[in-house]
């Protein structure tokens, strides 16, 4: 099989879809691999290193696109590359479909095998390829709200930490999943008051029983919410559904009733984003803006600030996946392996992603009735 490995173009986006450890592990399988001109740069990979592991470096993303049969991306395909997706291509990568109706059209027009990081799926639920960068954002939402609480930045000037004789930040994670659990140890870590809500009584127990009771724990709901938030000083918000639309648990109403300067950071926003007041990603680029006097921060590509620990932490776990679809064809790795199609989200023409169509309003198709 020919896998490509395009240069990853979306705003201040550095990783990379593979290192040369995946690239020699592909050659030694009787893969060809080609690399885009200067693909890993930004990950500290030199073309001269992919080279050595056996890949071909080619100068051109279109040359990429229609010689391979697998692209293996980070981040989905922006609207410069929509007419680069040849019909019946398939491409494993972030897809995040459920808020991105004009990339799904394009997909189902074009008949795009369409493989999606975020809904890799484990018979126990377990999410193998978010889970990597779940960790990631998770952590860095804390630094990233900590240098927005600045009073250079428009923040409160408050210190995440505090000092001796004056306490540290209030902290709010919603959603105590991997993104929530990584944002606590950090912020806990530096020394905040952290409040984690979630609905699910298995990670309350499981924050509660890992942070030894430095991490407070409350039942989310909405009454819960509205009380803590107007003490909040940094929200981070984290809620999730596998696939589709993150539901809006904060509403405008409560981020009107938080202190003007504080700081929300919505984790959820590349899959629509879970705070009312949010309504579209923000980018690296410009990243902030301020409504009733609080600062949101949007980034949907949160990761992609710190490839050199993203790409290494992402690429390790979806390597034996492209590694099977060579050796056995995508269809059937699909029909072998539940967690790859779990993973499918668009197949010939066809939804297989039911958050995807529920979220858009379309028809959904059993990916096992079309394979």
Same mark, same amino acid.
């Given at each position: ?41 930004g ?50 990568t ?19 095998t ?32 900590a240098?927005?609480?600045q ?5 409160l ?79 981070? =918000? ?13 509403t ?9 300067g ?11 984003? =879970? ?19 609080v ?5 949907a ?22 590694l ?5 064809g ?40 079309i394979?």
């Amino acid at each position: 099989m020919i896998i490509g490995v395009p240069k990853e173009i979306k705003n201040n986006e550095f990783r990379v879809g593979l290192t040369p450890a995946g690239v020699l592990a592909l050659k030694k399988a009787n893969h060809e691999v080609l690399i885009e001109k200067d693909a890993g740069v930004g990950s500290g990979i030199s073309d001269e290193s992919y080279i050595n592991a056996g890949a071909r470096i080619i100068e051109s993303s279109a040359e990429i696109y229609q010689k391979a049969d697998l692209i293996v991306k980070v981040k989905e395909p922006v609207e410069e590359e929509y007419d680069l997706l040849k019909p019946g291509l398939a491409i494993f990568t972030y897809l995040h479909l459920a808020p991105n109706v004009k990339l799904t059209k394009i997909l189902l027009e074009k008949e795009i095998t369409g493989i999606a990081y975020e809904t890799v799926q484990l018979q126990n639920g377990y999410l193998p390829l978010l889970a990597p960068m779940s960790e990631v954002a998770g952590r860095m939402s804390v630094q990233i709200g900590a240098n927005l609480l600045q009073k250079n930045n428009g923040g409160l000037g408050t210190l995440l930490g505090g000092v001796p004789g004056v306490p540290g930040a209030n902290v709010v994670i919603v959603g105590g999943g991997i993104v929530g659990a990584n944002a606590a140890r950090m912020a806990a870590g530096l020394g905040a008051h952290v409040i984690v809500l979630d609905v699910r009584k298995d990670r309350l127990n499981y924050i509660d029983e890992t942070f030894a009771g430095r991490v407070s724990t409350m039942y989310s709901n909405e009454y819960n919410l509205s009380k803590v938030l107007k003490r909040a000083d940094l929200v981070i =918000s984290t809620v999730l559904i596998p696939g589709g639309r993150a539901p809006k648990v904060i509403t405008e109403e409560m981020v009107k009733s938080m202190k003007p300067g504080s700081v929300i950071v919505d984790v959820a926003i590349d899959q629509g984003g =879970s705070v009312e007041t949010i309504q579209h990603a923000t980018t690296h680029e410009n990243p902030v803006f301020v409504k009733h006097g609080v600062i949101h921060y949007a980034v949907a590509n949160i990761p992609g600030a710190v490839p050199k620990t993203s790409t290494y932490a992402l690429t390790g776990m979806t390597l034996p996946y492209i590694l099977k679809m060579a050796d056995l064809g995508i269809r059937e790795a699909m029909m072998k392996d539940y967690a790859l199609l779990m993973g499918l989200n668009t197949y010939k023409g066809h939804i297989t992603c039911h958050g995807v169509a529920e979220a858009q309003g379309l028809d959904y198709t059993l990916p096992q009735e079309i394979l």
